[in-house]
RNA sequence: GGGCCCGUAGCGCAGCCUGGAUAGCGCAUCUGCCUUCUAAGCAGAGGGUCGCGGGUUCAAAUCCCGUCGGGCCCGCCA
C-alpha cells in the first residue's frame, strides 16, 4: 500500500506533481506545503491550505486531512499501515528490505588493500568495514557483489625491505613476529642513504630476479597470514584476494595501448599522460628507471577487471587523500577509450588522524596496530560482559561479537567523508549511540518473544504514540536501503538502525507485551522489530546476539 | 602558490545531495526510575549567533559567491 500515492491523487485536482514532504512528529503523515501555489493563485498559503481541504475528502487509507497554517497535512490510516508491514515483515524475515532492481548486474567493490610488510594499521580499517557494507547494501539490493583485496604487495618499497632484510635481517625474528620485524627493517632501510640500492632491487624484482622475488614472496605470505588472523576477528571475507603484482607482466600492455592512443609522453627521462587540459596535472606512467607506478598497475587491473567481471559498477573505497590520483586514472582511461570509466568511482573515506589531527605515517613509525586495538576492544568487553552477564554462555564470542559491533558501528556512523581523530575509548564505549547499544535493544526483545507463549494473529486496534512511531520507522527500511545504496554511505544505514532501537527501547519501557490487552499484536511488533534490527545491522557486517 | 574536503551545544556526531512548521542524537554535568518482559536501559534539566560576511528565495544549517580556521593532495611512494 503507498500512502504517498493516495495523497498525491487526492491533491491531483489542484498540482500535477506535488511536493510531499514529511511534517514533524505529531502533525501528520504527509504534508503539503502551499507556498507555491501562492503566486499562480494570487492567495495566501494559509487561504490555498483552506481551499484544498474543503474541496478534498479523507478516504479509506487517508483517515483525516486538517489545514496548518501554510501546510495541509494528511494522516494515514494506521491500522492498514501496521497490518500491512507488519505481515510483510514477518513474512520475509531477513529477507525484508530486499529490491531486484540489481538483478544480473555485478559491482566489483576495491578495498581494505593492506599493505604488505606493514601491519594493518587503524588506515586500513575504514577500507574495510566500509567496503564490506557497501557489499552488503548491493547484495540486498540484488546485485552481485566481488569483494577484492587489492593488496599493496609491489612497489619501490619492497626495494627498500630487501636491502633492509639484506642488512640486518634476521630469520628467527621472522618467523617469530613477521610483520614487527619487517616493520623494523623497513623504517631502518627508508633512509635516502640506501635509496640506490632500494631502487636497483625494485628493478630486479620487476625484472624477475630469483633472490629478489624469493624474499618478497616470503613477505607476501607471511603478511597474508597475518592478516588473516584479523580478517577472521572482523568476520569479512574477500571474493577475490589480489595484489598489485598480479598485473605486473601485463604492465607492458598497457603501455603499449597508450603509446598507440599517443597519450604517452617523455618528461625528465620518465613516461607521462599530461592532463593539465583537464586540470589534474600530470599521471605519471613509468619512472625514469623503466619501472612502473601505481597508476600504472591500477590502470592494469581497471581493464582486465572489466574484461573479467563485466562490471556495472566499480568501487574504489580507498581513503580521499587519492582523489587526484582515481581522478587521474580514471582520465587516462577515458582518454583511452574505454566508456565504462564512467562506472568506476572512488567512494571515498576521510582519515584516522593521530591526536595531533595529523595524517598517520607508517615511515615514521606512527602506526596504531589493528591486532592490539581489536585485542583491548575485545578484553574490554569480555570484562563487561563477566560483570552485567556473567551466566551468558560462549561468552568468549559474545565478547568477539560485541566488540566488533562497537568498532564497526563507531565507524560507521560518521560520515565517510570525515576525518575521525583515533581514539581508543571511543571503541570501547557501550553505551548510548554505540553497536552494543543496538544489540542490547535486539537481545531485551528476542528475551520477550523467549518467553511468550504460542503467538497467535493478531488484529490492530488502537495504537498509542510509541506504536505508530516505531511501525512509521519500520515502514521506511526500504527507502533507507536505497538511500544509503545511492550516496554509498552506511551511515545512513548504521543511524536508521541505531533510531529504530531507540524508539524500540521506548516503547519497551512504557508498553508492557507480555500479559498485556493487546499481547498478541505488540509480540508481532517485537518480533518485526527485532527482525529489522537485525537486518539493518547485518547489513553493517555486524552480527546480533540473543542474549548479552 | 593551485586543487579537493571539513567547520552544527564543553566534547563526538546526525540533518545539507532533494531548501519549508519549535535545529535532532550520544558522551559529559545535574535529577528521578530496577519486587513487572535484560538498568549495555528509560524519563527529565541545563547547554546552540548551525565558523564569519554577503547573495538567491515567500522561506537558508541546507543552494551560490566571498572570507577565516583545520585536514588532505599537487611526476619518479602507495
Not at 55 to 66: C, F, G, H, L, S
Not at 223 to 247: A, C, T, W
Not at 355 to 372: C, H, P, Q, S, W
Request: proline residues 3%; aromatic residues 10%.
Amino acid at each position: 500500500m503507498d500512502f504517498k500515492e493516495e495523497v498525491v491523487k487526492l491533491l491531483k485536482f489542484r498540482v500535477k506533481n506535488p511536493q510531499i514532504e514529511i511534517p514533524p512528529i505529531g502533525m501528520g503523515d504527509y504534508a503539503f506545503p502551499c507556498f507555491s501555489l501562492a503566486k499562480e493563485l494570487k492567495k495566501s498559503p494559509n487561504e490555498i491550505s483552506k481551499d484544498i481541504i474543503n474541496k478534498i475528502k479523507p478516504n479509506k487509507y487517508i483517515e483525516k486531512i486538517v489545514s496548518a497554517g501554510p501546510y495541509v497535512n494528511f494522516f494515514i490510516n494506521k491500522e492498514i499501515l501496521t497490518q500491512d508491514i507488519l505481515k510483510k515483515i514477518l513474512k520475509e524475515k531477513d529477507k525484508f528490505g530486499s529490491v531486484n532492481e540489481g538483478k544480473n548486474k555485478k559491482i566489483v567493490i576495491d578495498m581494505s588493500s593492506p599493505n604488505i610488510a606493514k601491519p594493518f594499521g587503524i588506515g586500513h580499517l575504514r577500507s574495510t568495514i566500509i567496503g564490506n557494507s557497501l557489499s552488503k547494501i548491493y547484495t540486498k539490493l540484488g546485485y552481485k557483489t566481488i569483494k577484492i583485496n587489492y593488496l599493496g604487495d609491489w612497489g619501490t618499497q619492497f626495494g627498500k625491505l630487501i636491502v633492509g632484510y639484506k642488512k640486518w635481517g634476521n630469520a628467527s625474528l621472522l618467523k617469530e613476529n613477521p610483520i614487527k620485524h619487517l616493520l623494523e627493517l623497513y623504517i631502518k632501510a627508508n633512509d635516502k642513504e640506501y635509496e640506490p640500492d632500494a631502487r636497483d632491487w625494485f628493478k630486479k624484482l620487476e625484472q624477475g630476479d630469483k633472490e629478489a622475488l624469493k624474499l618478497w614472496k616470503l613477505f607476501k605470505e607471511l603478511s597474508i597470514k597475518e592478516f588473516n588472523k584479523i580478517y577472521k576477528i572482523l568476520g569479512i571475507k574477500f571474493e577475490v584476494i589480489s595484489g598489485e603484482s598480479f598485473y605486473n607482466k601485463k604492465m607492458d600492455e598497457t603501455i603499449k595501448k597508450l603509446k598507440n592512443k599517443h597519450l604517452l609522453k617523455e618528461s625528465e627521462g620518465a613516461l607521462v599522460v599530461n592532463l593539465e587540459d583537464y586540470n589534474l596535472g600530470v599521471c605519471l606512467i613509468q619512472k625514469s628507471d623503466g619501472t612502473t607506478l601505481y597508476a600504472t598497475r591500477d590502470i592494469t587491473a581497471a581493464i582486465d577487471r572489466n574484461n573479467k567481471y563485466k562490471f556495472n559498477k566499480m568501487l574504489y573505497e580507498v581513503g580521499s587523500e587519492q582523489k587526484l590520483h582515481f581522478q587521474q586514472f580514471f582520465k587516462v582511461l577515458e582518454l583511452m577509450g574505454y566508456s565504462w570509466y564512467k562506472d568506476c568511482i572512488h567512494v571515498s573515506h576521510g582519515l584516522y588522524l593521530d591526536k595531533e589531527g595529523k595524517k598517520f605515517a607508517t615511515r615514521k613509525g606512527n602506526i596504531v596496530y589493528m591486532e592490539e586495538i581489536l585485542k583491548e576492544t575485545i578484553d574490554i568487553a569480555k570484562k563487561t560482559i563477566e560483570k552485567k552477564n556473567p551466566k551468558l554462555k560462549n561468552k568468549d564470542e559474545a565478547a568477539r561479537k560485541v566488540a566488533i559491533a562497537a568498532i564497526f558501528f563507531g565507524d560507521l556512523k560518521n560520515n565517510r567523508v570525515h576525518d575521525i581523530v583515533f581514539d581508543i575509548e571511543k571503541f570501547i564505549d557501550f553505551e548510548g549511540n554505540t553497536g552494543p547499544y543496538i544489540q542490547y535493544t535486539y537481545a531485551r526483545a528476542s528475551s520477550i518473544l523467549r518467553k511468550a507463549g504460542k503467538k497467535n494473529s493478531f488484529s490492530v486496534k488502537e495504537l498509542n504514540e510509541k506504536e505508530i512511531l516505531l511501525i512509521n520507522k519500520l515502514n521506511i527500511f526500504n527507502e533507507i536501503i536505497i538511500s544509503a545504496a545511492r550516496q554509498n554511505s552506511p551511515a545512513i544505514i548504521a543511524n536508521y538502525t541505531y533510531e529504530l532501537a531507540q524508539l524500540f527501547n521506548e516503547f519497551y519501557h512504557s508498553c508492557p507485551v507480555l500479559k498485556s490487552d493487546n499481547e498478541w499484536f505488540r509480540l508481532a511488533l517485537v518480533q518485526a522489530t527485532r527482525q529489522v534490527i537485525k537486518n539493518g545491522l547485518n547489513l553493517l557486517g555486524i552480527d546480533v546476539l540473543e542474549e548479552m
